[in-house]
Each structure stands twice: as C-alpha cells, then as structure tokens.
C-alpha cells in the first residue's frame, strides 16, 4: 500500500505542477494578474510544491477507505472530484474573499474549469495506480 501511495504522491505532483504551471502561468497570466489575483511578483514555489505533496498524501491516503470497487478510474475521479472539493473552496472562494478581484463570477468559473480538469486528471491517476491487480 505505501507504494501505491508514494506512486500517487508523485504522479498527482508531476500532473498538478504541469496542469497548474499551464493555465496559471502560461495560458491565463495575464488575465489572473489583472484580476489581482497575484500578490507576488514571484510566487514562492517552496510553499506550492508543500501544498501539493500534502494534497497527494491526503488524497492517496484516504483514497483505500473509500473504494469499495467498480471501475477503478471512474471510483478515482469520483473520489477525488468529492475530495477536491476541499481545496476548490480555499483556493477559489478564500481567494475571492481576500483579494480584490473583479469580476469574481469571472474568476470562479475559471478557476471551476482549472480544478475540475485537475482532479479528472488526478483522479485518472488514483484510479489507476490504485486499482486491484488481476
């Protein structure tokens, strides 16, 4: 089990930092800056990499007690679709509430689309590093 887990831990850190890099970064700079949804000129990458470690370690620990069978990577999306609701509230309704951002109907359907794409993908992972051999 500790492998599964640290298999999961590693693929939901390469797939969150590759996913968040893109559309934060790349593809949707610009627009979240203007949103002032950035308050540093340079994010502080150390606490980011924490963040998503402990989601993994979180997700993947609690994933086992939560999957009674089924297809494996439907169970994992769904599992961590409900998990995820957890860190779309601190990281989207908490992010609205302490900064000045507007229009924040505007950046919550943003950042709705950015976390739901992120747990599919993640949740493909869990499913299937978790699944039962055959």
Do not use: C, D
Not at 65 to 88: D, E, H, P, R, S
């Amino acid at each position: 089990m500790k492998k599964k887990l640290g298999y999961f831990v590693v693929a939901y850190f390469v797939i969150t930092m590759l996913w968040a890099y893109s559309w934060h970064m790349l593809w949707f700079h610009e627009l979240y800056v203007s949103w002032g949804a950035f308050q540093r000129e340079q994010p502080i990458i150390q606490l980011g990499i924490a963040a998503t470690l402990i989601q993994g370690i979180v997700i993947g620990y609690l994933y086992p007690f939560y999957y009674k069978g089924g297809t494996a990577v439907v169970q994992g999306i769904k599992f961590n679709l409900v998990i995820g609701l957890m860190t779309y509230t601190a990281m989207g309704f908490a992010t609205a509430a302490k900064f000045q951002i507007e229009p924040i109907s505007v950046f919550l359907i943003y950042h709705t689309v950015f976390q739901f794409i992120q747990f599919i993908l993640t949740g493909t992972a869990l499913g299937l590093i978790y699944k039962p051999s055959t």
